[in-house]
C-alpha cells in the first residue's frame, strides 16, 4: 500500500510563462520557469522545469483593438509569474512511496513531473496547481499504460493504471498556488507533463 508522509520542505514561489492554446472546451498548454523550494535547513533552492500537456477551459479573449487581435486572443493565452508576485505552499510537501530516503532530498525533485492545474484569470488571475515528482522513466510508464484514445491531459491522468503509476513512483507531491498577469479572459484545468532539474541554492 503507497504511503505518504509529511516532509519539512516547502514551495516558496516560482516564476516564468504559461502558454495556451484553446478551442473550447479543448486546451493545449505548455510552461517553462523556476521552482523556489525551502529546504529544512531553510536553504532556498531552485529547480527548473519545462512541461506541455491539455485539458478543458475557454477562452474569452479581450474587449476593444483590433479585430485580428481578438480573434487571436479569442485561443491564445500567455500568463507570466514573478518571484515577486502573491504565491505559496498548501500545507507542506509530502514525501512519497517513490522516495528511497526518510527525508526528501534534492534528487527526490530531480526527473520527471506531473502536475494538475487549474487556472482563472481576466488580465490578473491566479492558479493552483497539484505537483507530483517521480524518477525519469516514469512519463513513458504512463503512456505505456494510457488508452490510446486519450488525447487530453485530464482523460490521461484519470486512467486507473495512469494513477497508480504516478503514485507509486511518487517521491514527493505537494500543492501550490500562486497569482498571475496575462492577456485572456479565460479559464481552465489542464494536466501538465514534464522534467524537473536541479538548478542551484538562491541566498
Known sequence: MARFSPSRWKFVTSAGIDVSVSAAPLVVAGQLGDLYV???ES?????????VGGGLGVGLGIRGGLRQLRAILSVLNID???TEMDSGNIGTIWRGPGS?????????FNGDSVALAAQAGAGGGGTIALIVCAPRGTLERIA????????????????VASIATIVSRCRCA????????????????????GTMRYAGPRS
Open 174 to 193: 505537494g500543492l501550490m498556488w500562486g497569482t498571475t498577469l496575462g492577456l485572456q479572459v479565460g479559464a481552465s484545468v489542464a494536466t501538465l507533463y
Open 144 to 159: 505505456a499504460v494510457a488508452s490510446p484514445t486519450a488525447v487530453v491531459g485530464p482523460s490521461l491522468l484519470l486512467s
Open 100 to 108: 528511497p530516503a526518510k527525508e526528501l532530498t534534492l534528487d527526490d
Open 38 to 40: 525551502r529546504d529544512p
Open 43 to 51: 536553504h532556498l533552492q531552485v529547480f527548473r522545469y519545462i512541461s
Open 80 to 82: 507570466f509569474f514573478t
